[in-house]
T-cell receptor
Framework: DAGITQSPRHKVTETGTPVTLRCHQTENHRYMYWYRQDPGHGLRLIHYSYGVKDTDKGEVSDGYSVSRSKTEDFLLTLESATSSQTSVYFC???????????FGPGTRLLVL | GDSVTQMEGPVTLSEEAFLTINCTYTATGYPSLFWYVQYPGEGLQLLLKATKADDKGSNKGFEATYRKETTSFHLEKGSVQVSDSAVYFCALSQNTGGFKTIFGAGTRLFVKA
């Protein structure tokens, strides 16, 4: 299994509070991704990174920011959480763009 | 815009039955196509992939062929097992005019003993 961990695995927070989710990899892969998974929508790309300090927006980036200061870590921040951001968040990595992605175990976030 | 459409579930089959899960896509450029599988409480894992037209991906008895003329990538397995019960996602990934990776909504498969 690819070495990908996500923390926390579960989080409950209140509307308006900031939340940061962490993805950590031990594979030294260049590309990292954040997705959200919601019923009926499959997975939707939030942001991705193509190197340290290099990131770009995905399909559903509004309300989210990311940072990548080290190859192994990719952080997703909800600056002010809303109930519509209640979801399961997955991190993924790949060695090349347009190639197989390896997924972490997910973080279940509930915004009350 | 680019999209992936897969058949709605749930699909319920008896053990040893034949499985087909349809997947069609729209894309500009030349996407790679994937099937991922998700077991309860876990992240997605690659089942198979194809990177160009007419390629066939296969793994664990599952197969799918990249059909450019019908823009399809249907998943098939000749004889399903109870352990194949999971959610299956069709996905495309491409880097033409900007990187995109798009997943279908997922198809839940139940296999009865």
């Amino acid at each position: 299994d690819a070495g990908i961990t996500q923390s926390p695995r579960h989080k409950v927070t209140e509307t308006g509070t900031p939340v940061t989710l962490r993805c950590h990899q031990t594979e030294n892969h260049r590309y990292m991704y954040w997705y959200r998974q919601d019923p009926g929508h499959g997975l939707r790309l939030i942001h991705y990174s193509y190197g340290v300090k290099d990131t770009d927006k995905g399909e559903v980036s509004d309300g989210y920011s990311v940072s990548r200061s080290k190859t192994e870590d990719f952080l997703l921040t909800l600056e002010s959480a809303t109930s519509s951001q209640t979801s399961v968040y997955f991190c993924a990595i790949s060695a090349k763009l347009q190639e197989t992605q390896y997924f972490g175990p997910g973080t279940r976030l509930l915004v009350l | 815009g680019d999209s992936v459409t897969q058949m709605e579930g749930p699909v319920t089959l008896s053990e040893e039955a034949f499985l087909t899960i349809n997947c069609t896509y729209t894309a500009t450029g030349y996407p790679s196509l994937f099937w991922y599988v998700q077991y309860p409480g876990e992240g997605l894992q690659l089942l198979l992939k194809a990177t160009k037209a007419d390629d066939k991906g296969s793994n664990k008895g599952f197969e799918a062929t990249y059909r450019k003329e019908t823009t399809s990538f249907h998943l098939e397995k000749g004889s399903v097992q109870v352990s194949d019960s999971a959610v299956y996602f069709c996905a495309l990934s491409q880097n033409t005019g900007g990187f995109k990776t798009i997943f279908g909504a997922g198809t839940r498969l139940f296999v009865k003993a």
